[in-house]
């Protein structure tokens, strides 16, 4: 069965860092492309990064390009993204999933970057 566990959001000043996790359950992991997806208040949920499933090819939304890393450990089942020089319209509950996206989400994380 998917399960999908992220953490690491918090409340952070512009300018600060973050990063975070997403613990995958089940075989699915190692042989899809994953994702960080966001949605902020109103909006719809939106890929900010990807990565390949060896992890040599990434890509990013424009908006976070040069600011957000995404990485992967296969062996642990987990993504990462890390977030420097965050700014407030990076506000948003972030999710992982695979790409295209499936039918089961984890809860998210909420990252809030305010002064």
């Known amino acids: 069965q998917v399960q999908l566990v992220e953490s690491g959001g918090g409340l952070v000043q512009p300018g600060g860092s973050l990063r975070l996790s997403c613990a995958a359950s089940g075989s699915f992991f190692s042989i899809n492309i994953m994702a960080w997806y966001r949605q902020a208040p109103g909006k719809q949920r939106d890929v900010v990064a990807l990565?390949?499933?060896?992890?040599?090819?990434?890509n990013y939304a424009d908006s976070v390009r040069g600011r957000f890393t995404i990485s992967r450990d296969n062996a642990k089942n987990t993504v990462y993204l890390q977030m420097n020089d965050l700014k407030p319209e990076d506000t948003a509950v972030y999710y992982c999933?695979?790409?295209?996206?499936?039918?089961?989400w984890g809860q998210g994380t909420q990252v809030t970057v305010s002064s």
């Open positions: 990565i390949g499933q060896r992890g040599g090819s990434t």
């Open positions: 999933n695979t790409v295209p996206r499936g039918q089961v």
